[in-house]
């Protein structure tokens, strides 16, 4: 009914790219900022990437900035996230957040909406 799901998860080798989706299941995402999230066993939550609802504005993790981009297709309703020269620390599960502002986020319970996740495993 009222979801987020994320796709295109899966294996791929060291400096392959993938490219996740977060699609909205039964609302509009137009108004929403979108965070991208991951898990891998044993760590924290990191903060990989978020965008704004107006696309205006983008954050990206240390780790993986000038290789992941951010962006949103408000005609197809999703937000994707380009993963280009992964490497094995890249291997978790991913997730996407909605949040009426950005800055929700990152605050603890502040999204409104949590994806199931998608398993990303780099490896050779």
């Known amino acids: 009914q009222v979801q987020l799901v994320e796709s295109g998860g899966g294996l791929v080798q060291p400096g392959g790219s993938l490219r996740l989706s977060c699609a909205a299941s039964?609302?509009?995402?137009?108004?929403?900022?979108i965070g991208w999230f991951r898990q891998a066993p044993g760590k924290e939550r990191e903060t990989v990437s978020l965008?704004?609802?107006?696309?205006?504005?983008?954050y990206y993790a240390n780790s993986v900035k000038g290789r992941f981009t951010i962006s949103r297709d408000y005609t197809k309703n999703t937000v994707d996230l380009q993963m280009n020269s992964l490497e094995p620390e890249d291997t978790a599960v991913y997730l996407c957040a909605a949040a009426r502002k950005i800055a929700q986020l990152v605050i603890h319970n502040g999204p409104d909406y949590w994806g199931q996740g998608t398993q990303v495993t780099v490896s050779s």
């Open positions: 039964g609302f509009s995402l137009n108004y929403y900022a």
């Open positions: 965008i704004s609802s107006s696309g205006g504005s983008t």
